[in-house]
């Protein structure tokens, strides 16, 4: 082989070792920062991760709302309008949060089914749905149509 031609192949293989060992790096980064959005639906279907965090999020629902009066503990649940997911949260809810208005949670799902939130957002005008809420209750509401399940 050519010398010069031995050195230029030596060289593209170190650049693309050096960029693949960088975007492996950088990958490793953002699995340990991003938290992904799941729906009621697919927390039930047991897509979500346990232990792991991530947010969840839906509309309240009507007369889930249940608060310890000693303390900040507060327990509710979200729905897809096809399955529901029980919050636990400790600390001092949003002014906005209400039944029937749609919240993100950030937080763990522990190993019972149960979203155990380190903070619960809630929308902040009457116009406003998240994103990730619009297209989980859009995607529940395509497979209610196909399957006729509905709550």
Known sequence: MHPIRKKRIIA?????????????LVMYALQQNINLFYSPS????????KDVMLRAGGM???GSV????????????VTDFTEKVRIEYKGILPDLF??????????K??????????EVLAKHDEEYMP???????????LNSDSSNTSY
């Open 42 to 49: 697919q927390i039930a279907a047991g897509e979500a991760p």
């Open 60 to 62: 309240v629902v009507d």
């Open 98 to 107: 209400r039944e029937g208005q749609g919240i993100v949670a950030q937080g």
């Open 66 to 77: 249940k608060r310890d009066n000693k303390t900040l503990y507060v327990s509710f649940e």
């Open 12 to 24: 593209i293989s170190s650049i693309v070792v050096v960029l693949g060992v960088a975007l492996a």
């Open 109 to 118: 799902l522990n190993a019972d089914g149960v979203f155990i939130a380190s």
């Open 131 to 141: 994103p990730e809420i619009a297209e989980a209750l859009k995607q529940a509401e």
